[in-house]
């Protein structure tokens, strides 16, 4: 599943062309993905104007200038093309060839940009794990997918007195409190053990040993900075191409050549100082990867 980097890097990727964009029309190609369409979907789209798109843990929002909101999420599988009118624009070189199946096209969004410009952006998903539903204006924050979601992964918000407060007296271990969306929203498998390592902390580990006393300061803010550094890293490398990934403009997303134990099992660890190697465990059903050395 595209987690918050893959996302975000959909996200830019889409802005530019979408937000001002008015919505000329609206194809709808089949009833539901995960979940049945929202009643009235063409109709409620079609003539509105896009005033923003955001990220919001892993969703798309569109904003659109009647108040309604167009919350998507990409699933398994799901991806967005931008199409222009004239071409399909596929920039860079790609290492395996793009998807161009038009069976698991279904929806698509013909727009017109303030610059008189056409173009269409069309969401592909084989396993329609994906989904798009509305917030009813002024209703956002509110929506059941969005209530209750944790502070955001980027940013100075994020913190070590952030984290020692968000695992105070907490037995889970210290992965599974990271993946815990109502702490923090957006972190997903492979970021998570890739932060864990960089801040040289145990997946095992008990959540709360990082805000037991001040002497546990310095672990919540390696971690803090962990988080941040892998997220950012991972957005400027375009995310990671597990799988069907892809960025907006079809590109390939290349952090995965850069993981230091994700998917590393046996190989040794890549920290200069520590002789260990990578090792897998499973935790609530998720692969980890982690040195059982260097991470205390």
Request: charged share 25%.
């Amino acid at each position: 599943m595209p987690e918050l980097p893959e996302v975000e890097t959909v996200r830019r990727g889409l802005q530019p062309v979408m937000e001002g964009a008015t919505i000329l029309a609206v194809e709808q190609r089949r009833a539901d993905l995960r979940f049945p369409f929202p009643d009235r979907f063409v109709e409620r789209l079609t003539g509105r104007r896009i005033e923003a798109l955001e990220r919001r843990a892993k969703y798309l929002i569109l904003h659109l200038d009647d108040g309604l909101d167009l919350i998507s999420h990409l699933g398994m599988s799901g991806s967005y093309r931008i199409e222009q009118m004239e071409a399909i624009d596929m920039p860079g070189s790609f290492a395996h060839e793009r998807s161009k199946n038009a069976t698991h096209d279904h929806v698509v969004l013909q727009l017109g940009g303030k610059d008189g410009s056409k173009s269409r952006i069309v969401y592909n998903d084989p396993r329609r794990f994906g989904f798009m539903l509305f917030a009813e204006p002024g209703e956002l924050n509110a929506h059941p997918l969005i209530k209750g979601l944790g502070a955001e992964p980027t940013g100075n918000r994020l913190d070590g007195a952030l984290l020692a407060e968000l695992f105070r007296n907490k037995a889970a271990p210290l992965k599974s409190a990271l993946l815990d969306q109502r702490l923090i929203a957006g972190l997903g498998n492979i970021y998570v053990c890739e932060a864990l390592w960089r801040a040289e902390l145990s997946p095992m580990r008990r959540a709360g040993s990082i805000s037991d006393d001040s002497a546990t300061t310095a672990s919540a803010d390696r971690l803090a900075e962990a988080i941040r550094s892998v997220i950012g890293d991972a957005i400027r490398a375009g995310g990671s191409s597990l799988k069907d990934y892809r960025q907006a403009d079809g590109e390939l997303g290349y952090f995965q050549h850069s993981f230091s134990v994700y998917d590393r099992e046996g190989a040794p660890c890549p920290r200069p100082t520590c002789n260990g190697t990578v090792s897998r465990i499973v935790q609530s059903g998720r692969s980890t990867f982690y040195c059982p050395v260097c991470q205390l």
